[in-house]
């Protein structure tokens, strides 16, 4: 066999791959200078095989584009109209962003240039003019995998003319638009869709079969939308689907079918009043019914959360078929924050066997002291519980009893009476409240923000496994010493952030495992003088306090970055920042501190990473000068005082004289001039005063 020939005919496949790899391997001036010459003013190229034309104004697609490029965004530019053949010839290219246009116009022909085109975004443009002739635009693009056509102004009979028989697309996006129905015929031919967004519509209807075709879609969203009621939900090779901020009163699965093989379910902020039965997904992991108006988790809920008697359903453990908590094996992920329940759902929670994390914040579990379950209740395998803002004063140790491996617990925004004692002869439900943490042996992470706790009253925090305790936003806090009794070694992180704590009410003991502390938001002038004791600490945040200037002598060796924003340091008594610059401790919010000048000068305030020494060793050199000034001047006036006395005395003087010469003895004196005693002296002084 003779090659002569195909060499002669011209160049083959493999020819011009080596052709297209050497071109791609040369060296460009877009690489070099980030502008290409054939690109129109303003483009920008990263590489061979990106081009950004982005924001330029353009009214025209750019003809003249290297035949490299393989992504080009064109987006907000000013492309009413796109005319036959009016992209040219792009073999190569991939992807096109042509959103944020005004593009209203799409000739039959104008993308047929653009045939191998994978990707293509149309968002925000306003594609519900000419729609039919829009959507012809769109045959010949029969490689087209991502449709982006959100924010177009698209009505219900608009989508399938854009949409069906799409059979190459795997991802779809129709979010924000008009829809209002979703028909049978929506998406008919587009048998290969993985992952649908409808949300932020406001669809009220979907017809039956509307999704039937679909049997490999993965992902669908249609969150904030009009929904009110699904009931016949038959996607069973969806994973995800989204159905948060409708108007749901009502979700069911057909019942005794497992094949669905949903994982993540959002039927959030809805209006769903009890847990949705028949509920068959047995591989779901993640469920969030959270802000709906759940009053109860039972099979069976009661119209009203007393109507179930002074015994709960739910702290007994059932096992009733109906239980939608029954048909839920590998649920890991529960949220339930934001609703009507006012107890610990242990019955429901009995069934989840696989559950992690639970989360049940801003309910009206206040009353959690008296809702003890029966003797023997199940121990449950959550590992999170998260009971923020439900108010609770009293938290009873049972919890700790039937969740044996709870390692979090958030408690924040509530109303714990840590300091409660119990009435003499009080037994039951109210026994040891005065040390709710004393079982959690398992325990690592609590959180006693915005409890309103001024005193922790000795409480028996979790022995030796605690990790991390937040005591923010607990205003008036005032702690001692032997509260952190038992959490010397094991406790790495604390946080008294915003409690507006004096250094005085400020008592720390040796916290040998700390690593970080959050003193932010407080009152504190010093810091504790036990800090030395942390020798284990990394991260320490002051910020927002009232320091002037800093011990680095309580600080330990192994810190290795504070924050200090917020704080009057001294300009001129900077000394402590050049030892933690020495000692390699950073301070990341250096640009955000301010210092003061003495005396209010110089504006009073200046960054603290300025150079400040000009000004001080003036200031302090003025401030020599003064000293010597005033101890000159404190000279002058007691000099000035002392001769004013003398002045004031000045006509006793001569008579004090002439008496101390008196009493020293008569002097010899020349014989032709008489001598003057003392009555002499007396009687001439005494015409004197007269």
Not at 174 to 196: H, M
Not at 466 to 484: E, I, M, Q, R
Not at 576 to 604: F, K
Request: net charge neutral.
């Amino acid at each position: 066999m003779s090659m002569a020939p195909q060499e002669a005919s011209g160049t083959g496949p493999s020819s011009l791959g080596l052709s297209l790899l050497l071109l791609l391997l040369q060296p460009s001036p877009e690489g070099i200078s980030g502008h290409s010459p054939s690109l129109p003013p303003g483009c920008l190229t990263m590489g061979l095989l990106k081009a950004s034309c982005q924001g330029l104004g353009l009214r025209t697609f750019p003809t003249a584009l290297p035949l490299t490029i393989v992504h080009l965004d064109l987006s907000h530019n000013h492309l009413q109209v796109l005319l036959d053949n009016a992209t040219g010839d792009q073999p190569n290219l991939r992807h096109l962003d042509l959103r944020g246009n005004q593009l209203e116009g799409l000739s039959p022909g104008s993308l047929l240039p653009l045939r191998r085109l994978h990707t293509l975004v149309l968002a925000g443009n306003s594609l519900n003019r000419r729609y039919v002739s829009n959507s012809q635009a769109l045959w010949p693009l029969s490689h087209l995998r991502l449709l982006d056509l959100s924010a177009n102004h698209l009505e219900s009979d608009m989508v399938s003319s854009y949409v069906a028989n799409r059979s190459s697309l795997w991802s779809l996006d129709l979010s924000n638009n008009l829809i209002t129905r979703l028909a049978r015929s929506t998406f008919l031919g587009s048998s290969k869709l993985l992952d649908i967004d409808l949300s932020d519509n406001y669809i009220l209807q979907i017809e039956a079969g509307a999704f039937e075709g679909l049997l490999q879609l993965r992902e669908l969203s249609l969150a904030r939308n009009s929904l009110h009621c699904i009931s016949d939900f038959s996607l069973r090779a969806l994973r995800r689907l989204n159905l948060s901020f409708n108007a749901l009163e009502f979700f069911a699965t057909e019942e005794g079918n497992w094949s669905y093989q949903l994982q993540v379910l959002d039927l959030s902020h809805n209006q769903l009043r009890a847990v949705p039965t028949p509920l068959a997904l047995p591989h779901l992991q993640h469920l969030n019914l959270s802000d709906n108006l759940l009053t109860s988790l039972g099979p069976h809920s009661p119209s009203s959360p007393r109507d179930a008697g002074s015994r709960d359903p739910e702290m007994v453990p059932t096992q009733s078929a109906s239980d939608p908590a029954a048909n839920l094996p590998e649920l890991t992920d529960l949220d339930l924050s934001g609703n009507l329940l006012d107890r610990l759902p242990v019955g429901f929670l009995s069934h989840l066997s696989a559950l992690q994390r639970l989360s049940m914040g801003w309910n009206c579990l206040q009353n959690m002291s008296v809702q003890q379950p029966s003797p023997g209740p199940p121990l449950l395998s959550l590992r999170s519980l998260d009971l923020q803002g439900n108010r609770i004063q009293t938290f009873p140790s049972w919890v700790f009893e039937i969740l044996p491996g709870l390692k979090v617990l958030d408690l924040g925004d509530n109303e714990l009476q840590l300091c409660r004692r119990p009435e003499a002869g009080q037994d039951g439900p109210f026994q040891r409240l005065r040390q709710p943490f004393g079982s959690a042996f398992h325990l690592k992470h609590l959180s006693l923000s915005r409890n309103g706790l001024r005193r922790l009253c000795a409480t028996r925090f979790p022995p030796a496994l605690l990790f991390s305790l937040d005591l923010s936003g607990n205003t008036g806090l005032a702690l001692v010493p032997g509260d952190f009794r038992g959490l010397q070694h094991s406790l790495h992180e604390l946080s008294l952030r915003g409690n507006g704590m004096a250094s005085a009410h400020l008592g720390l003991p040796c916290l040998w495992g700390l690593r970080a502390l959050d003193l932010s938001g407080n009152q504190l002038a010093s810091l504790p003088r036990n800090l030395n004791c942390s020798s284990s600490l990394q991260t320490l945040d002051l910020r927002r306090n009232l320091l002037q200037a800093l011990d680095t002598e309580v600080l330990g060796a192994r810190l290795r970055s504070v924050f200090l924003a917020g704080n009057p340091f001294l300009c001129c008594s900077l000394d402590w920042l050049a030892t933690l610059a020495r000692a390699n401790v950073s301070v990341p919010d250096s640009e955000e501190a301010w210092c003061v000048y003495p005396g209010g000068e110089r504006g009073s305030r200046a960054p603290l990473a300025r150079d400040h020494s000009h000004f001080c060793n003036r200031w302090q050199w003025r401030g020599t000068q003064a000293g010597w000034v005033l101890l000159a001047v404190i000279g002058l006036f007691l000099s000035s005082c002392g001769a004013t006395a003398l002045l004031q005395n000045s006509g006793k003087l001569p008579w004090a004289l002439q008496l101390r010469k008196s009493w020293a003895g008569p002097k010899p004196e020349p014989e032709d001039k008489p001598t003057l005693g003392r009555e002499s002296v007396v009687e001439r002084r005494e015409p004197e005063q007269k």
